[in-house]
């Protein structure tokens, strides 16, 4: 019996982990470098470039950039900007699931 709950309760963390967001991405980028990031997780929706978003700073900026899915991970490339700055990326009104819940919150990552 209390095997069968040990199985359980690791099955249990495991999913957890599992199902959590993985976003990839360097906290420092070169002057004008190309940034590649990938994202991966248990998405309710589907990302899209209208989910993307780059902030300097806490201002919204317009970088070029695009995404593509491959099997259930999504790959984001940008050309950043000359300018040695603080920046984030942002993936908004997304859901995902985290454990067994759906979670709304926006994924954001800094980057300079």
Known sequence: MKKEFAFILLFIFMFN????????????????ETLI????GNFVDTISRENIF????YVRVPIQYDITRIEDEYYIYALLPEKQKNYS????????YQGSKIIEDDIKRNFS
Do not use: H, P, R
Not at 37 to 40: A, D, E, I, P, Q
Not at 89 to 96: F, G, P, R
């Open 17 to 32: 982990f599992i199902s959590a967001v993985e976003f990839d991405i360097k906290s420092s980028y070169s002057q004008g």
């Open 54 to 57: 780059f902030y300097e700073d």
């Open 89 to 96: 990326i942002s993936i908004e009104d997304v859901k995902y």
């Open 37 to 40: 990031t990938k994202l991966s």
